[in-house]
């Protein structure tokens, strides 16, 4: 059975390789399935029990820190929007959601006017084959 130092240095493994995933969702979903096994496993007093747990937690963690490397070598290298919004120090979701809809209203703005330019482009041409046909 592994002593309490093994178990918080592989806690503690779980976590580090968590924090090295590139992809926001996954990063917090390894770290957050991590703190439920290990606390989940904490009340568990079986040591055949303990010592299975301790075999496939050891197995998980290489195969996390093989994905962890795959994701850095394949994986995209923009960060998601979140990721970007929460990279300032005074970054808050209000503000995420300002930037936000003061980019869409830009877009939409440009839209319309772009629109409004067509509309007048064709009524020119419009006017100009008129008046070739009355001359």
Known sequence: MPSAAEVKS????????GR?????????????RSKEEFHSLA???????????????????????RQSVVYQLYGRKVKTVLVRAGSGS???????L????????AGEQNDAL???????E?????QQLLEEAAA
């Open 114 to 120: 772009g629109m409004r330019r067509q509309q007048l």
């Open 43 to 65: 009340a568990n007093a079986d040591a055949a029990a303990a010592e299975a747990a301790w075999q496939r937690a050891k197995s998980q963690l290489e195969v996390w820190q």
């Open 20 to 32: 090295k995933f590139p992809n926001y969702n996954i990063r917090h979903y390894i770290q957050r």
């Open 10 to 17: 592989l806690f503690r493994q779980f976590l580090r390789v």
């Open 98 to 105: 300002m930037q936000l809809q003061r980019h869409s209203v």
């Open 90 to 96: 005074r970054s808050t979701p209000a503000r995420w």
């Open 122 to 126: 064709e009524a020119q041409q419009q």
